[in-house]
Structure formats: structure tokens, C-alpha cells
Nanobody
Framework: QVQLVESGGGLVQAGGSLKLSCTAS????????MGWYRQAPGKQRELVAH???????NYADSVKGRFTVSRDNAKNTLYLQMTNLRPEDTAVYYC???????????????????WGQGTQVTVSS
């Protein structure tokens, strides 16, 4: 079973930065498109960034220009550098496999798949 462990969240003021990390215990990490998802209270979990095995990246419009996703295949680790954070970025952030083809918006089916515990990001105004 795949294990995903997210870390790096915290409380930050608007305009601040955080860097999230996700370690995946999956042997095919290097060949898998990975993504960062977030879920705010009362809202659906949504994909906000993805990176293909070849290193191509895509971002939701809400985070474009502020977030940067990267990966270290040697360490089976995914990163999300977040800058210029806004209160609306407050959510629990998760990593997981993601669709290879970016469609702009993607909401994973609730209750499907194996997810980590996530890491809480809180941005104060």
C-alpha cells in the first residue's frame, strides 16, 4: 500500500512563504505524475499543481505565479514552494498521484484512493 507523508505546513501571515514536502513510499514514483491537492473547510479537495515524470508542471489559476512544484526522484519526494500566501490558501494540503493531462480543474472522487494525513496551512490576514 502506498504511504504518503506530507510536512511543512504551519501558520503564516499573508504575503509569507512556506515549503511543503511529501515523501512517497512507492517504487514507481519516478514514472508517476504527482500533484498537490488542497481542501479547505466545507469545500471539495482540488488539484492545485502537478508535475509529470518528465518535469512538466501545471497550476490552477488561483496559485499560478505564486506556487512552484518540484520533485526529487532519487528521494521519492515532492515539494511545493508557496510564496505570497493569501488567506484563501488556508487548507489542508495533500500530495498524491495526479492525472497526466492537465484540464484546468480536477476534483478527486471522495473516498477513493489512499491519502496521507495532509499538512495544515493557515494564512492569517
Amino acid at each position: 500500500q502506498v504511504q504518503l507523508v506530507e510536512s511543512g505546513g504551519g501558520l503564516v501571515q499573508a504575503g509569507g512563504s512556506l515549503k511543503l514536502s511529501c515523501t512517497a513510499s512507492v517504487t514507481i514514483f519516478s514514472t508517476t505524475t504527482m500533484g498537490w491537492y488542497r481542501q479547505a473547510p466545507g469545500k471539495q479537495r482540488e488539484l492545485v499543481a502537478h508535475i509529470t515524470s518528465g518535469g512538466s508542471t501545471n497550476y490552477a489559476d488561483s496559485v499560478k505565479g505564486r506556487f512552484t512544484v518540484s520533485r526529487d526522484n532519487a528521494k521519492n519526494t515532492l515539494y511545493l514552494q508557496m510564496t505570497n500566501l493569501r488567506p484563501e490558501d488556508t487548507a489542508v494540503y495533500y500530495c498524491n498521484a495526479a492525472p497526466t493531462y492537465w484540464t484546468g480543474t480536477y476534483y478527486p472522487t471522495p473516498g477513493v484512493g489512499s491519502w496521507g494525513q495532509g499538512t495544515q496551512v493557515t494564512v492569517s490576514s
